[in-house]
Structures are given as structure tokens and as C-alpha cells.
């Protein structure tokens, strides 16, 4: 009974630590991204960094910004600061990525595209 109970418990150790393995995105770490105004009167371009964890996009300073990389690398972003907001889409390979992004800041309607680079 014992090695019977040892076995269950060592089994679902094994598969529980492979779910964790499995969690991981082959986009995680550090990116830097360059965003660039091809529309509107919005700042011509704009850099910042983020950070990818199983395929989540995280800004450490910007609360109200979403995204997520799904694992054939299309990434979907969202951020909100002050009156400007930006919504963008595109593809990450294993070191860049590119896409387009549109949005407003203040009254004016932008759109460009983006690029980025793993850090």
C-alpha cells in the first residue's frame, strides 16, 4: 500500500512540474519596442520596454496595459495613459516582432505600426 501511495504522489509530482514546464512561451523575457506614427498628430514614435511571462505582455509602470502572446507568436496589446490610448496587433518571431497599432491622443486619431526586439 505504501509503495502503491509513493507512486500516485511521485506521478502527480511529475505531472504537475511538467504542467509548469509546459506554461512557459517561447516569447518570455524582455522586449524592447518601437512604435511609429505613419497617421495623425500623435508623437512620430515611441519606446518602451516590456516584459513577456507565459505570454502575458506586462509594463512595470503602466497599470492599464494588456497583452498576450498566443504560441504561434500572434500578439495582441492594449494601453491606456492619461487621454491616449493604443490597440495594435502583430506577430513575434524568436527574436522581433512587427505589427500595426492605431488609436488617439487627446482628440487626434493615429495609426502606425510597430516593431520589436528581444532585450
Not at 53 to 60: D, E, K, L, S
Amino acid at each position: 500500500m505504501k509503495k502503491l501511495m509513493l507512486a500516485a504522489t511521485t506521478a502527480g509530482c511529475i505531472l504537475a512540474l511538467a504542467s509548469v514546464a509546459q506554461a512557459r512561451s517561447a516569447y518570455d523575457g524582455p522586449w524592447d519596442l518601437v512604435f511609429v506614427t505613419q497617421r495623425g498628430a500623435c508623437d512620430p514614435t515611441y519606446n518602451f520596454s516590456v516584459n513577456i511571462y507565459n505570454g502575458i505582455v506586462t509594463h512595470p509602470n503602466l497599470v492599464k496595459f494588456r497583452g498576450r502572446v498566443a504560441p504561434s507568436g500572434v500578439v495582441r496589446a492594449s494601453v491606456t495613459v492619461q487621454d491616449k490610448y493604443a490597440s495594435g496587433t502583430g506577430r513575434l518571431s524568436a527574436a522581433s516582432g512587427r505589427g500595426t497599432w492605431s488609436g488617439y491622443s487627446g482628440g487626434a486619431r493615429c495609426s502606425g505600426y510597430w516593431t520589436a526586439r528581444r532585450s
